[in-house]
């Protein structure tokens, strides 16, 4: 092992190392943390996921799916894609506005440090902030895009924005358009049991060529996307700042890890390199980023990702009433549905068994819950060949009574996508 590169293990250290003309190449892995604080609910924290631990709804209990997942699988949406696009239209892009943390993104690229932003979260918002489309690998998709599932076509950015805005009162499913086909159109999300983007195979090579690795905002159980925390070499520092601590950083010596909400550890890191006056004046330009007919959306994260500012309470109950709104919406929409057949896509109980997926052309997405955590160096390796070969990965669900490590990407006191 080399020489230590921090000063120390903090946040000073990280800001110096930084300012030092040493770090020029800065790569993020961030999570669904980093949007609850623009009012995006994620999946699985307490109160205000769509679903907690184990795999038991919560939010979503009123819904008849046989799983919660299976509103994100490809089989199921094939069946039955009501609940997707019901869903869809309370989380598409354009109703929420980037935070803070988005806008330091930005600032990286535009102090020229920014290597690469992998991001797990499907909303967009990293391209909303204006951080360069080169610059960003969403690992797990996002709704930039769309295509048709049958043939593969692309669909029209506009015909599906106005099919998703207007869905709640058309009841309209995108369908492709290709003469003959028909086949239902998806956005370029990876749903359980897909294959990753072709660009996440660049991903071992940037990491290992980064200066600096900042992690935030995610729990590192969703593989392979948390491998690359531990492909990263000892000669690379690693940053992690999240509610918990998670995964192996603090392990190295050049680890430090930054406990709390991720605007506002954002917010202290930028004042002490001297760019709060930048941040927040990036972060200014997205207020107009939101559509004009969301006002609501509009108010709520502006408040809500400003560190600092009290905890409102009445957000807070107000995100748990239109998801409760939102689960009735799409219980009522599979009741509607003309020949639905829930019975025919459930594979069983809530907690299906684990089920292998092989591929020969690139790595399928993985959830995956860690009931101990293995040596940095086994995983490291089995990782590096994973990704670098996109060979076969495992897609594994929660068993019967094995302990789940509780997924904390939520930041608590704010009003919290997918995967």
């Not at 799916?65 to 949406?77: G, K, T």
């Not at 102090?111 to 990293?126: G, K, P, R």
Request: net charge negative; hydrophobic share 35%.
């Amino acid at each position: 092992m080399g020489p230590r590169i921090l000063e120390s293990n903090d946040l000073k250290a990280i800001s110096s190392y930084i300012k030092s003309g040493e770090c020029k190449n800065i790569a993020l892995m961030l999570g669904a943390g980093v949007s609850t604080a623009a009012g995006i609910p994620d999946f699985r924290s307490p109160g205000t996921g769509l679903y907690v631990g184990d795999f038991i709804p919560a939010n979503l209990a009123k819904l008849k799916l046989p799983y919660p997942e299976a509103v994100f699988e490809v089989n199921f949406f094939r069946k039955t894609p009501v609940p997707f696009y019901t869903l869809a239209h309370e989380l598409y892009p354009g109703k929420f506005r980037p935070t803070l943390t988005h806008a330091f993104i930005r600032l990286l690229s535009e102090h020229s440090l920014l290597s690469m932003c992998f991001t797990q979260n499907i909303d967009t918002l990293e391209r909303r902030t204006g951080v360069p489309y080169d610059k960003i690998i969403e690992a797990h998709g996002s709704f930039a895009t769309q295509r048709c599932v049958k043939c593969q076509t692309p669909f029209d950015d506009d015909k599906i924005k106005d099919m998703v805005v207007n869905f709640a009162d058309r009841k309209v499913v995108p369908r492709c358009e290709k003469k003959g086909c028909k086949g239902l159109v998806k956005p370029d999300i990876v749903f359980f049991g897909e294959s990753l983007p072709e660009s996440f195979s660049k991903a071992p090579s940037i990491i290992r060529s980064a200066d600096l690795l900042i992690v935030i905002g995610t729990s590192l159980t969703i593989y392979p996307f948390a491998s690359l925390a531990m492909i990263c070499p000892n000669s690379c520092p690693r940053v992690l700042i999240n509610i918990d601590s998670v995964g192996d950083i603090g392990s190295r010596p050049d680890d430090v890890v930054l406990l709390g909400k991720c605007d506002e550890v954002i917010r202290e890191l930028c004042e002490e390199l001297g760019w709060e006056e930048e941040l927040m004046k990036l972060w200014e330009e997205t207020a107009g980023s939101t559509d004009n007919d969301n006002s609501a959306a509009d108010a709520g994260p502006t408040t809500a990702t400003l560190p600092g500012s009290k905890p409102n309470r009445m957000e807070d109950e107000k995100l748990e009433e239109e998801v409760a709104k939102l689960a009735e919406k799409i219980r009522k929409e599979m009741e509607l549905e003309e020949g639905k057949n829930i019975t025919s896509a459930t594979k069983g109980p809530a907690e299906p068994p684990i089920e292998k997926i092989s591929t020969d052309e690139t790595t399928t997405l993985v959830v995956q819950s860690q009931p101990a955590t293995p040596s940095t160096q086994e995983v490291s390796a089995t990782a590096a060949e994973s990704i670098s070969s996109a060979s076969t990965t495992v897609l594994s669900k929660a068993r019967e009574n094995e302990e789940q490590q509780p997924i904390n990407e939520a930041q608590q006191g704010q009003a919290e996508g997918k995967l």
